[in-house]
Nanobody
Framework: VQYLVESGGGLVQPGESLRLSCRAP???????????RAWYRQAPGKERELVAE???????NYAESVKGRFTISRDNSKKMIFLQMTNMNSDDTAMYYC?????????WGQGTQVTVSS
């Protein structure tokens, strides 16, 4: 059962922007609103890393490499989270994964590919 579905990936040039979306159609609303949600990414040959997270209370946390460029947000009514990426560079090239943590249970999406190249 796929609880998280990402979309919005693609090919962009350096300096451009992209917005990723993650929806949770099969997750009940109370689980979604009570969760910590995040975006992770994994580049070829590298470990998966946290990009940004937003807690149940709305507190956000970002990797140093994306601070000031990426913004994570949520829409609880739609059971969606977003990742707005600006001023992108080649180091942002990776598979991006949506993540949800609720009472110790983890949920992962299948990922969406983001490529930054001229």
């Amino acid at each position: 059962v796929q609880y998280l579905v990402e979309s919005g990936g693609g090919l962009v040039q350096p300096g451009e922007s992209l917005r990723l979306s993650c929806r949770a159609p099969r997750m009940i609303l109370s689980t979604f609103t009570g969760s910590t949600r995040a975006w992770y990414r994994q580049a070829p040959g590298k470990e998966r890393e946290l990009v940004a997270e937003i807690t149940e209370g709305g507190v956000t946390n970002y990797a140093e490499s994306v601070k000031g460029r990426f913004t994570i947000s949520r829409d609880n009514s739609k059971k969606m989270i977003f990742l707005q990426m600006t001023n992108m560079n080649s180091d942002d090239t990776a598979m991006y994964y949506c993540y949800n943590l609720y009472r110790g249970r983890e949920y992962w999406g299948q990922g969406t590919q983001v490529t930054v190249s001229s």
